[in-house]
């Protein structure tokens, strides 16, 4: 089983569908994607709407993942940094797999296709990355190259006395 990556890919109904599903499931499964279970796609939308909008507007790369059967099955959003003295490096945003799928490969295979398309950007030097403390994947991401640059303690705050480090993590390219 197998995950394809395409950079860009066109937002129509079926992936802006696709992305909204794959948000949802991976938000309620506990993946640390910006919300806390449970979640509907009601609520998943308005930032589905705004990171679409920001990728048709040139100001975020999409790199999808479908599949051996051609479902969205893994999304990461890069986003250009609007300061003009941090021009030379990415953010890397919403890195999702789906559930169904983890312990496949399929994230490292999408970190790759990140990188790739990271390295193919002009006047990209790095890719950055923030997680939330206490799910342990910033060991994935140590696997997939990048560097722990610093941590924020108890900046995130999942439920009321569940706080949580904001850890940011650095792939120089």
């Known amino acids: 089983m197998s995950l394809t990556c395409q950079l860009d890919p066109e937002i129509d109904d079926e992936v802006r569908d696709g992305i909204g599903a794959l948000w ?40 999808l993942g479908r599949d051996e059967d051609g479902r969205i099955a893994a999304t990461a959003f890069l986003a250009y940094n609007d300061h003009r003295l941090m021009a030379h490096w990415m953010w890397l945003y919403t890195v999702m797999v789906h559930p169904r799928h983890q312990g496949k490969g399929y994230g490292s295979t999408l970190m790759a296709a990140v990188e790739r398309a990271a390295r193919g950007l002009p006047g990209i030097e790095a890719i950055r990355l923030t997680c ?42």
């Open 24 to 63: 949802t499931d991976v938000s309620n499964a506990g993946g640390a994607v910006g919300f806390v279970p449970p979640v509907t796609a009601a609520d998943i939308r308005p930032d589905l709407v705004r990171s679409l909008a920001a990728v048709t507007a040139g100001r975020r790369r999409l790199v």
């Open 132 to 173: 939330r403390g206490g799910t342990g994947v910033e060991t994935f991401y140590a696997g997939c190259g990048y560097k722990e640059v610093g941590r924020v303690p108890d900046a995130i705050r999942v439920a009321p006395g569940d706080d949580r480090d904001d850890i940011m993590m650095l792939l120089t390219l």
